[in-house]
């Protein structure tokens, strides 16, 4: 038929956001919602220990008769900012982040990881810290890689002093630092909200993105919600470079069913 079949990943991190833990969110995705995903993705597992998560995969086999949980298909490290005020030498970084990050990474067999950087103002010494951050960064993903993990790293535009901040100096830092593991996390509703001109980052970026996430503009809602952006539009372009699960990283409430992603999985 030529259509492309289209792969999504819920955020329990955002969706459902009138359910407050995170384990109830997770069974509310597995045990309520009228769509099976393969995979899932949540900003801070951490929130659980490993043991919890166990005991709420255990209940979620045995009240859904679940043969196969979905994969976990990305998490976020600690963001820098919430421990460092200054970008820390690595192993400070690694005790302190990078060890938990992996921890839970290998414990749900998470193959990506958003590693957050930190706040930075941008001077006097912006060179220096952009070294630093260059140096904290490869060493990461060195370490990640043994595990066959993939970096990724994100421009933010909802923090002000958010160290990466655009998407040409993301792509500046990959090619600087040459990790095979390191790639961009393109989130289109930062991209918009950062530069706009979404068509010319998707095909200008296309070999330096290693995970999409999508919500709409300005509200960072549902993707089909009236807003800024066409996804129709820019899931077709996106299906083009793109064949893996595209994160749902939006706000929505537990009445959510995702009955929207019927115009999508066809395009």
Not at 160 to 167: A, E, K, T, V
Not at 197 to 209: A, S
Request: net charge neutral; proline share 4%.
């Amino acid at each position: 038929s030529g259509k492309v079949i289209m792969k999504f990943s819920p955020n329990i991190s955002t969706l459902f956001h009138d359910i407050g833990p995170l384990g109830e969110r997770y069974k509310h995705l597995l045990l309520k919602s009228q769509v099976t995903f393969e995979t899932i993705e949540c900003q801070f597992p951490y929130q659980l220990s490993t043991n919890q998560w166990s005991e709420i995969f255990k209940e979620c086999k045995q009240l859904g008769s679940i043969q196969r949980l979905p994969k976990w298909n990305l998490i976020n490290s600690e963001p820098l900012y919430l421990h460092f005020k200054w970008i820390p030498n690595f192993e400070d970084y690694r005790r302190q982040i990078l060890d938990k990050t992996l921890n839970y990474a290998k414990y749900l067999n998470c193959q990506k990881v958003h590693l957050m950087l930190g706040d930075v103002l941008k001077d006097p010494n912006y060179d220096a810290n952009y070294n630093q951050l260059l140096d904290l960064l490869k060493k990461s993903c060195q370490l990640l890689q043994n595990e066959n993990i993939t970096c990724v790293i994100e421009p933010l535009s909802t923090r002000d002093n958010y160290y990466l901040q655009s998407y040409s100096v993301a792509q500046s830092i990959l090619s600087n630092l040459n990790q095979p593991n390191l790639k961009i996390m393109l989130d289109v509703f930062h991209l918009q909200r950062l530069h706009g001109n979404v068509t010319h980052y998707i095909n200008e970026l296309k070999e330096y993105i290693g995970h999409v996430q999508i919500s709409q503009v300005p509200n960072r809602d549902c993707p089909l919600n009236e807003g800024e952006l066409d996804y129709k539009y820019i899931l077709k372009i996106l299906s083009k470079t793109y064949d893996q699960p595209i994160g749902l990283e939006y706000v929505s409430k537990a009445h959510d069913n995702f009955d929207w992603l019927i115009n999508f999985i066809n395009l």
